[in-house]
């Protein structure tokens, strides 16, 4: 992977010889394999199947997919590789909906490709080093996002998190867990209660697998008792990642963000969320207008093969939830803090 890597996770998005190789997060904790995906319909059934996810990741993953697609086409004309570009396109921006960053790095490749004047051939270098480019931008931005949030966790010695917003969920270090490992830094004491992410368990196999691997205490916690351990008045800030964030800064998270939000704000926590400016849509005016993924109903009613509902029980299976933005006390980038009132910050921070 491009660029250097300041965390002890094993790579998460990878470019190997012609192909695209992510590390499997289905097989977490028990296995660390990998999944080889020689072509871009193979990527975008990694994403469907949460083999690679958290928002920064998939949309690593789809721009070397599209690499893939270029590089495989047989096209002879700039016209006719662009047609097969935008099929694959197409295919993988439908994988996931709520998480805009997938949508956003496609649209960053479909800019690079547009050579003037160039050749297939200049058209397929032109994606390849746009999307080698968005995993090494990545890397750095997680790494920006850490060091501006962890003075928002000076002084603070537990944090409680949802979801997995880390080395896995991004190129590496994180966006939530980014700001946890900068603060960790100067504060080795840090302790992370990890929501455990009810139904497929992002915190409990995957966070605490990444923070055990670089030495951050950690305790996994059931979704349900979040609520009793805030109310135990020890956990200093509450941080979780993004996956779209509005323009009014309503923010769409792992479906249980908006209760632990809920929660900390009736216990004076302050609830921050740490994002790149690309998971930012400007063009969603607030949560309502965002949509949100339905998942399989068999996340919900069984658990690695095995029935936990009994047949005929009703499943209701939103992936995500959105946390109303007078409940974030901060949002982090990788260009500073942002805060309230969130609209012209958001637009002052994108350049608006």
Excluded at 30 to 41: L, T
Excluded at 304 to 321: E, K, Q
């Amino acid at each position: 992977m491009t660029g250097q890597r300041t965390d002890r996770c094993p790579p998460t998005v990878d470019w190997v010889d012609g192909a695209v190789v992510l590390l499997d997060q289905t097989a977490l904790p028990e296995a660390e394999r990998y999944v080889r995906c020689g072509d871009w319909p193979r990527v975008a059934r990694a994403i469907a199947d949460l083999e690679v996810r958290g928002a920064p990741a998939i949309g690593v993953a789809a721009a070397y997919g599209l690499a893939l697609a270029a590089e495989q086409s047989t096209a002879e004309s700039v016209d006719d590789l662009l047609a097969d570009f935008e099929e694959a396109a197409a295919a993988l921006v439908a994988t996931r909906p709520t998480a805009v960053n997938l949508a956003w790095a496609v649209e960053e490749v479909r800019s690079a490709a547009l050579v003037p004047g160039g050749s297939p051939d200049d058209v397929r270098r032109a994606i390849a080093d746009c999307a080698r480019r968005l995993a090494a931008e990545d890397l750095a931005t997680c790494r920006a996002i850490g060091d501006a949030g962890a003075p928002l966790l000076a002084g603070v010695d537990e944090v409680i998190t949802h979801c997995n917003a880390g080395a896995l969920a991004t190129a590496g270090y994180g966006t939530a867990l980014g700001v946890v490992r900068s603060a960790h830094s100067d504060n080795p004491g840090l302790h992370v209660w990890a929501d455990e992410t009810r139904p497929v368990l992002q915190g409990a196999r995957l966070t605490a697998f990444e923070l055990g691997r670089d030495g951050i205490a950690c305790t996994v916690i059931a979704d349900g008792a979040a609520a009793s351990v805030l109310s135990e008045g020890r956990v200093g800030a509450a941080i979780v990642g993004a996956d779209r964030i509005a323009a009014n800064g309503d923010v769409a998270n792992k479906i249980g963000t908006y209760g632990l939000a809920v929660s900390a704000r009736h216990h004076g926590v302050p609830f921050y969320v740490a994002a790149p400016l690309s998971t930012i849509d400007p063009a969603t005016p607030d949560g309502s207008a965002i949509v949100i993924e339905q998942r399989p109903a068999e996340e919900v009613a069984a658990y690695r093969g095995s029935a936990i509902t009994p047949p005929g029980a009703g499943v209701h299976n939103p992936a995500f939830d959105v946390t109303p933005a007078d409940l974030v006390d901060a949002i982090v980038t990788e260009v500073g803090v942002l805060r309230a009132p969130y609209g012209p910050a958001i637009a002052a921070a994108l350049g608006g």
